[in-house]
């Protein structure tokens, strides 16, 4: 036998893996990860549930809870508009236009200049379904010119850049037309000139109504059905009207909130579904009126509402692990 044969028999065997590391390779951490938090988010919610429903002082009316649930809905409503924008703008150029809230502030801006001239002429409390035919107008044309714009200067000609590039690049115009819209119209808080006839409230079904918030319902519903059925049309900028009425004010960073939220609708109902975006900003806005009172008030936390913000953007994230391609999307495959 060589020398050669000889360091070849002696040569070891394919290595015997130890158990404990086959075991490991094998259990779904993920998996139990997953469930951990499942249990524990479910326990949460029952455990914050409960207190708020039982608790004797402070205890909120069915009345409480209704005027939470219309509003939520009307948020909603708005929330969905805007992020039909973002699954529309995704779907096409498969890109996250980060500065749609800024589109979306731009339109109640114009908005708010002619609602000021519309109320000066004494149109707004004499001729409102007009005034707000001509709102919406005005909203959408400024909205659309500078949607236009931004796509033709900054985002066509990096249409065959890597994604990060146009990522950036929005950021970079969110941040440009906020401070335009602070240059020309002030970094102020700007009231919006109110329409008698929306004041007060409408009793549907018994259940009364702000007039403005069902006009904000009713339009979303409308304008989200309008699309569906014709999706070469486009809403964008509507939503601004929406936003004024509700809120009565405009301000060069109003679009910025309200775009990170209507993009974790888009993301919650599956970002590239029009049907998607309008279930998930209806989910949110409901779950941003009601989760905070529902999980926190039974605790004690002070001024429960402040933490809307932290709701939504935890839910943003839930969803991001649970479900990624959201509710009318598909969800990554589960690794073991």
């Keep these: 036998m060589t020398q050669t044969e000889q360091r070849e028999d002696e040569s070891p065997g394919p290595v015997t893996r130890s158990r404990t590391a086959v075991l490991a390779e094998r259990i779904p951490i993920r998996r139990i990860v997953l469930v951990t938090l499942s249990i524990l988010i479910a ?17 909120i009316s069915a009345a409480g809870w209704r005027d939470f649930l219309v509003f939520g809905v009307a ?13 529309l703008v995704y779907g096409i150029l498969l890109m996250i236009n980060f500065a749609h809230g800024e589109v979306f502030m731009m339109g109640a801006f114009a908005s708010y200049y002619v609602a000021q001239s519309l109320e000066s002429a004494g149109l707004l409390d004499s001729s409102p ?23 033709r200067v900054a985002y066509r000609p990096l249409r065959n850049a890597p994604r990060l590039v146009p990522l950036i690049t929005a950021i970079g115009a969110s941040l440009f037309l906020q401070y335009t819209a602070a240059s020309f119209f002030g970094s102020d808080s700007k009231g919006y000139p109110s329409i008698a006839a929306l004041e007060g409230t409408w009793t549907i079904l018994g259940i009364p109504i702000g007039k403005t918030l069902l006009v904000a319902i009713v339009t979303a519903v409308v304008m989200m059905v309008g699309l569906t059925q014709f999706i070469s049309r486009t809403t964008m900028g509507v939503a601004g009207v929406m936003f004024a009425l509700v809120f009565g004010l405009v301000q060069y960073n109003m679009g910025f909130v309200p775009g990170i939220k209507a993009f974790t609708a888009a993301v919650l109902g599956g970002i590239g579904s029009v049907t998607g975006a309008a279930i998930g900003g209806l989910i949110l806005g409901v779950v941003e009126s009601v989760a905070p009172f529902l999980l926190l008030a039974g605790i004690h936390v002070p001024a429960p509402n402040q933490l809307r913000d932290v709701v939504a953007f935890s839910i943003l994230v839930l969803v991001l692990i649970f479900r990624p391609g959201g509710i009318m999307g598909s969800g990554d495959p589960e690794r073991g």
């Design 129 to 151: 379904i007009l005034s707000i035919l001509i709102l919406l107008v005005a909203a959408t044309t400024a909205s659309m010119a500078v949607a236009v714009l931004l796509e």
């Design 43 to 59: 326990a949460g919610v029952l455990i914050g549930s409960w207190k708020t429903l039982t608790m004797t002082e402070g205890r």
């Design 75 to 87: 948020l909603g409503s708005i929330y969905a508009l805007i992020a039909l924008g973002y699954s």
